[in-house]
């Protein structure tokens, strides 16, 4: 007599389970993890991150040391990477750079994140006119030539670091207002809107259950394609001299070092770019990885 009383419970917490087990984010998760290179890109990427924010504390010399009598030396047990021209550490100079490096990325790719997704549910979701001038705007802006307008920003303004963020950013949301746009104009449209609608669901709550769930994969898929496009922008902006200044460091601004002094120190652009090329490969990894996950027409098996 005891035993079905308590066998409802545990049929009911299954139940419950399964009903959480079932959600996008729990199925991506799943697809996530069954991906090697996806989560081989993410525990990169968290390692870089984690390295960028003790850099101050394990950074093996300091940031401007400078030791004129060493020179560009080559790897050596005291010097893992070697050493630039003016003898200050190249592991710790990579180290610094990546702060700003992933920095750059990540702000840029918020400020084009939070531009882009706003315009482009705005156009979509009220569609007619509104859209149309937005849209306008939008085509309008892609025809202007972004690197001169960007050079024209540091050299009016000058080369100061926040307004690189804000730059960067500023030119990158065109696509994300086009994708998210998109999304949007198709998601209305679908069967399942139009019964939530008959069934008295209010139009918040279609957005947060129905059309916010399925633009955030295209959009978390092109935010991780959008980090490395931005620091591959500032690594061009730095290597012509328009990006981050001494005596700070970047990625792109060592790689622009190494060019020039490749032939007789190679450790120099080969160590910088290899750091650039990893993070970008593990970046596009990870989205290809996301994109699979958060497609809501395979969630499930």
């Not at 917490?13 to 993410?42: P, T």
């Not at 080369?159 to 696509?175: C, D, H, K, P, S």
């Not at 998601?187 to 769930?213: C, D, M, N």
């Amino acid at each position: 007599m005891n035993s079905i009383p308590e066998s409802r419970p545990q049929a009911g917490q299954e139940q419950e389970q399964e009903e959480r087990g079932s959600s996008l984010w729990h199925d991506a998760w799943i697809k996530l993890r069954k991906n090697r290179l996806a989560i081989c890109g993410l525990v990169i990427l968290l390692l870089l991150c984690l390295v960028s924010l003790l850099t101050p504390w394990i950074a093996p010399y300091g940031y401007e040391e400078q030791n004129l009598l060493l020179g560009a030396s080559a790897p050596s047990a005291q010097h893992w990477l070697g050493t630039d021209i003016f003898g200050r550490d190249m592991l710790t100079r990579i180290m610094y750079g990546g702060r700003v490096s992933l920095t750059v990325g990540l702000i840029a790719t918020a400020v084009a994140l939070i531009i882009g997704v706003l315009w482009g549910a705005t156009a979509g979701f009220i569609g007619g006119r509104v859209d149309a001038v937005m849209m306008r705007l939008v085509d309008i802006l892609y025809a202007l030539p972004f690197m001169i307008f960007i050079v024209l920003l540091m050299v009016v303004f000058g080369r100061n670091i926040f307004l690189l963020f804000f730059a960067i950013g500023a030119v990158e949301w065109l696509t994300m207002a086009r994708i998210v746009r998109g999304q949007v104009m198709n998601l209305r449209k679908q069967e399942f809107v139009e019964a939530a609608y008959s069934l008295g669901l209010s139009q918040w709550t279609i957005i947060r259950r129905h059309i916010i769930p399925n633009t955030l994969g295209p959009v978390i898929v092109y935010t991780t394609l959008t980090i490395p496009s931005v620091m591959l922008l500032e690594a061009f902006l730095s290597f012509l001299g328009l990006g981050i200044q001494p005596p700070q460091s970047s990625w792109g601004l060592l790689i622009s070092y190494g060019v020039e002094t490749m032939e007789e120190f190679p450790w120099l652009l080969i160590f910088p770019g290899l750091t650039l090329s990893l993070t970008l490969f593990a970046l596009n990894f990870l989205g290809d990885g996301l994109r699979d996950a958060l497609d809501p027409r395979t969630s499930k098996d």
